[in-house]
């Protein structure tokens, strides 16, 4: 019997996905690998609260890693990640602010004639290349089914890091760190068909969907009632018992309708 238990509960989806490890957290903290060519690497920080000044209050700060050039760029509340890209480019109006990107394309693209690019004909270097495609950004679904079959969705980022193909609804960060992994044992596999439901923090914030039992239990001579909720986007199997006074207190609002 114990041969036949040890290896079920080891492969069990369940257990793999939500059994916390006993064990030491894999891979050592990997320090950055020293910069060999210039630009190719970017630091950047933001310089916030100054006194303002023609109007602005911070300074983004772009460093080159291998040669520490930086640059020094004035900027004002509110901002967002593509007014940040548009600083640091300091691109004209209208058409012309795409000239830098039409630039970047043709220089680091490989060119039948010569058998290179631009780019690595000139610097001896090879093509830098812009960030990999975020799936949904172009509202063409052609060009987007296009730009993502050429991505790799799975991918090994460094030595302790890996990339995961999640859903596209997700808002976890796909790069993981070594120590969060681990080896999936045994064929079977229960993917779950939805995130589980977050608050507006982005927190987890479970949600019950039904009560599948009640009972009454006693402790410390004071009678309680439990009840077994099935939460949403889960089996009756993983249905927990819960103290019934709590769960109205978090759950005021489906007094009388799950709860």
């Not at 058409?95 to 039409?102: R, T």
């Not at 990999?132 to 991918?155: A, C, K, P």
């Amino acid at each position: 019997m114990r041969k036949d238990i040890k290896p079920h509960i080891r492969t069990c989806d369940i257990c793999q996905r939500m059994k916390n490890e006993s064990i030491s957290p894999h891979g050592l903290l990997q320090s950055l690998p020293i910069a060999t060519v210039v630009w190719l690497e970017i630091l950047m920080d933001f310089i916030e609260a100054l006194p303002k000044s023609n109007g602005y209050t911070v300074i983004l700060v772009v460093v080159d890693r291998c040669s520490k050039y930086g640059h020094f760029i004035p900027l004002a509340h509110p901002y967002t990640a593509s007014t940040v890209a548009q600083a640091f480019f300091d691109c004209p109006k209208d058409w012309s602010k795409w000239i830098p990107f039409v630039e970047f394309w043709h220089n680091t693209n490989y060119h039948e004639s010569t058998k290179k690019s631009p780019f690595e004909i000139l610097y001896h270097l090879p093509s830098p290349r812009l960030l990999n495609y975020i799936h949904g950004t172009s509202r063409i679904d052609v060009v987007d089914d296009l730009l993502v079959t050429r991505e790799s969705v799975l991918e090994r980022i460094s030595a302790v890091t890996y990339k995961l193909d999640l859903l596209a609804s997700s808002r976890v960060h796909p790069v993981f760190h070594v120590s969060l992994l681990k080896k999936k044992l045994g064929a079977a596999i229960n993917p779950i068909p939805s995130l589980p439901p977050t608050n507006d923090k982005g927190q987890f914030y479970p949600q019950p969907e039904q009560v599948l039992q009640c009972q009454m239990k006693k402790v410390n001579n004071h009678a309680i009632t439990k009840v077994l909720i099935k939460w949403c986007g889960q089996t009756d199997e993983e249905a927990t018992w819960e103290i019934w006074h709590q769960m109205k207190e978090a759950y005021p609002y489906l007094v009388g309708k799950v709860l």
